[in-house]
């Protein structure tokens, strides 16, 4: 899981080039990033499906066998290694498995046609199209081969997959009330299953769309962006290219998160706290950014003002309003994320029940406690909260 979650923080910032005006010299940078990330979109795809390993699908228990099980995370990845380097040798080089890169420079006073275009393989055929109000700029694309778009889509298809895996072992384990460590595991699949499901959600509905627009306008290449024409054509590829990146940072987000959660809910005392606090204030600061350079482009190029307005207009009802935002968002993540204890906590729960049973702690009791919170290394600190949060549960079910 450590693994998946790192080779998904390499898959999120593929994008890297595009953050920055990087002059043609990082095209080889650029180049070599593109063998990294299809080799870690190989590797997602080998990893979804090895996930029946650790939690047994009933036509693919041979996976569960620990011979398989303790050596996948070493295996996976040289797999994946081996198996892009066979492409790579078999197709003659970088350029010919996965196509090039470019890197289009507009100066001052360009027009059309006029971009100097800079290929990572030498010469090229591209002859871009500069928009003059926009001049200078410059930025970096990338032409696709058909193995580069397969390996771009199959990691949301075969999530698909990983997601009705789950949501069967998840099924299985929950009619195992009884058992504690059935119990645990299946709060460790619900959380797998809100991973996949958010990850599902948000690049497959643009992956979809992508799909879509091919049907309706053809296929696209990422070299299409040297024709910079708004045409409809080019306008929802844009939708589409742009969205699609955006949704792999939000899924990143949200999976992450979640499998996060489902590693060390048992394992890390009150990280299921931290985690709800770090995901409501990751979601309030990227929605807040998202709609405050929103409004500023508004006010910018509709009504000819300058951008710092719209940004006030937004920006001042987010502050106003943080608390009731922050209450939906929170409401939102407990619901992701419930409460969860270690088995140390859960044990000291019980001590503080049977301390309860009479109402109110008795010193005797306390000092039973206090050994009990020491014995298990609680703090003053989590003991505090594990007391309030059983004295909430019991008024609500007095109630």
């Keep these: 899981m450590s693994l998946m979650l790192f080779v998904e923080g390499l898959k999120t910032i593929v994008t890297w080039y595009a953050v920055y005006p990087f002059g043609p010299e990082t095209l080889p940078y650029v180049q ?31 996976m569960s066998k620990d011979v398989i099980k ?20 078999s197709s003659g080089g970088v350029h010919e498995t996965f196509a090039g890169s470019l890197h289009i420079e507009c100066q001052e006073g360009s027009g059309e046609g006029d971009a100097i275009v800079t290929a990572s393989y030498g010469e090229n055929d591209y002859e871009g199209n500069c928009l003059e109000q926009y001049a200078p700029y410059d930025f970096i694309t990338v032409e696709q081969t058909d193995l580069g778009r397969l390996l771009l889509m199959m990691p949301v298809l075969t999530a698909f997959i990983a997601l009705g895996f789950m949501r069967k072992v998840q099924k299985g384990l929950e009619k195992d009330e009884e058992n504690e ?12 299953v809100l991973g996949f499901g958010g990850k599902t959600f948000f690049q497959g509905s643009m992956l ?12 696209f290449n990422s070299a299409d962006l040297l024709e910079v024409e708004m045409n409809n054509r080019m306008k929802f590829y844009f939708y589409g290219l742009y969205g699609f990146l955006f949704s792999a940072l939000f899924a990143g987000l949200f999976e992450g998160t979640m499998f996060t959660y489902a590693i060390l809910k048992n394992e890390v005392l009150g990280i299921d706290e931290k985690l709800r606090k770090t995901f409501s204030a990751a979601i309030f600061a990227t929605f807040g950014a998202l709609l405050l350079v929103i409004a500023s482009e508004l006010v910018e190029s509709k009504l000819g003002g300058s951008g710092w307005v719209g940004g006030v207009v937004v920006g001042a009802p987010l502050v106003v309003l ?15 994320m419930p409460e969860a204890f270690t088995s140390a906590e859960s044990t000291y729960l019980e001590a503080f029940e049977i301390a309860r049973e009479e109402g109110s702690v008795t010193d005797e009791a306390r000092k039973f406690l206090n050994l009990q919170a020491k014995t298990l290394h609680l703090d003053e600190k989590r003991v505090e909260y594990l007391e309030l949060w059983y004295d909430e549960k019991r008024m609500l079910e007095e109630e």
């Design 32 to 62: 070599h990033w593109r063998v990294v990330y299809y080799t870690m979109c190989l590797l997602s795809i080998l990893m979804y499906l090895s996930l029946s390993s650790f939690y047994p699908v009933r036509f693919l228990k041979f």
């Design 70 to 89: 303790k050596n996948l995370f070493w295996a996976l990845p040289v797999l994946s290694v081996a198996i892009i380097s066979v492409a790579i040798v």
């Design 181 to 192: 460590e059935a119990r645990q595991r299946s709060s460790e699949a619900r959380a797998l």
């Design 208 to 219: 979809f769309f992508m799909i879509y627009i091919t049907y309706e306008y053809g296929q």
């Design 322 to 336: 943080r608390k009731p935002i922050y209450s939906i968002i929170n409401n939102f993540s407990n619901r992701l």
